[in-house]
């Protein structure tokens, strides 16, 4: 019995993943230089791996827990 609530608590955690992935913000056009949200300088490395954010790594992180 056990080792059926694990594969039940594995299949919720595969959906949970699954509509998190599926529920991701697409970027698209040009990055900003400065986060919208602290002001803070958006590193060119950030800007060139995620097309058109907006925030930084810090504020996108804090955004994405609020939602979840």
Known sequence: MD???FELAQK???ARL???IDNRVR???ESAE???SCGI???SARRLAVPGCQTCFD???LR???RG
């Open 41 to 43: 300088e958006i590193p």
């Open 34 to 36: 400065d986060c919208e």
């Open 3 to 5: 080792e059926h609530l």
């Open 59 to 61: 504020c996108q992180s």
């Open 18 to 20: 699954q509509q998190a």
């Open 27 to 29: 970027y698209q056009g």
């Open 64 to 66: 994405e827990v609020r």
């Open 12 to 14: 919720a955690e595969q």
